[in-house]
């Protein structure tokens, strides 16, 4: 663990040496190559499970990364998770190739065509905690080839990705007969009306094997957004049940004029999983109301949230089995750093 901690600060110091050094090296004005861009989240959180009267403080995570072009041609990023519940973790590690307008191929560690990141990443996501779907199905990242395609169809934006990975999600470089893949197809975009649909092929083992396929609708305007996703897990084999969630949120962002805060921004969000599909309906559900107190700056923005989440059990489920605050009624104060 003492290993781990220092790596991760030999590590984040030298990313922020080299981000010092390349904006203290370019001109504000002129870009030239190389390029580096450096970003990070921290996210800092206080939990209360209301059920059974427990707490706890937690840096959920510690994020930091650069990206950047080596040419016109080439690009990458780099993405380190430096306390993810106590971990280090290696998130992004990959090549940009850029052959064409619209046309980029991703080789490396990056994110499998599968979630959105305004639910699996902490400085995008409307809550403190994730969705089910997000939190409890696969890692979002893996060792593969990722290819997007964007172009317009007409007056739509159109998006098109497709990735084959090692099937073992993150930091495991493993030998495998059969690699996973996946692809979606994306219409519209984060300004308006979004929709997409995807499906992704998960053959890890002889036990653990599964078929994830879904889709998303989101629309955005001004100050106002609601989005709302539903996805199924086929497992085929008996080791592993079926598994089924969906959720809907929305969010309305009021800005204010004092000196402590530029905007509030009350949300609720309603979600549900599912694995025995009998007729008491999904076996989890989970309301979740929020208030957020924002501040908006060129190069560095934060939000502190007050959380409230409300469970609804019909029937107990293993994911759950790790604690007895994970399905807990809770309440969640967060401070969430981006920059």
């Not at 290993?3 to 030298?14: D, E, G, T, V």
């Not at 890890?204 to 989005?227: C, H, M, P, Q, W």
């Not at 399905?327 to 750093?337: A, G, N, P, R, Y």
């Amino acid at each position: 663990m003492i290993i781990n901690y220092l790596r991760a600060a030999l590590l984040s110091l030298f990313l922020i040496s080299i981000s010092v050094n390349a904006m203290l090296g370019q001109d504000n004005e002129t870009e030239s190559y190389p390029t580096v861009k450096f970003d990070g989240s921290l996210k800092n959180k206080f939990e209360y499970a209301i059920d059974n009267n427990m707490s706890r403080f937690s840096v959920r995570n510690s994020r930091v990364g650069i990206r950047g072009d080596v040419n016109h041609f080439l690009g990458y990023r780099v993405q380190l998770d430096l306390n993810d519940e106590g971990d280090f973790k290696v998130l992004d590690l990959s090549g940009v190739i850029r052959p064409a307008e619209g046309l980029t191929f991703t080789f490396g560690q990056t994110s499998i065509p599968l979630f959105n990141s305004y639910v699996t990443t902490p400085a995008d996501m409307m809550f403190a905690n994730r969705t089910f779907l997000a939190k409890y199905y696969l890692s979002t990242r893996d060792l593969g080839l990722n290819a997007k395609y964007k172009f317009n169809m007409g007056v739509v934006p159109t998006n098109l990705e497709f990735g084959v990975y090692n099937g073992n999600a993150i930091n495991d470089p493993v030998w495998k007969s059969n690699l996973s893949y996946g692809g979606r197809v994306e219409f519209g975009s984060m300004d308006g009306l979004r929709f997409t649909g995807k499906v992704y092929d998960y053959p890890n083992n002889d036990s653990t094997n599964f078929l994830f396929y879904g889709a998303d609708l989101r629309y955005e305007i001004n100050n106002f957004k609601v989005e709302t996703e539903i996805m199924k897990k086929d497992s085929r084999t008996d080791f592993h049940s079926d598994m089924l969630s969906y959720y809907i949120q929305s969010a309305y962002r009021f800005p204010i004029k004092n000196k402590f805060f530029d905007y509030f921004l009350p949300a609720a969000r309603w979600d549900a999983i599912d694995a025995n599909f009998d007729e008491r309906g999904f076996d989890t559900n989970r309301l979740t109301v929020g208030l957020g107190l924002g501040f908006d700056d060129t190069k560095f923005s934060s939000i502190i949230r007050l959380d409230y989440e409300l469970y609804f059990v019909n029937n107990s489920m293993s994911i759950f089995n790790k604690n007895d605050q994970m399905d807990s009624d809770k309440i969640t104060v967060e401070l969430l750093l981006t920059f």
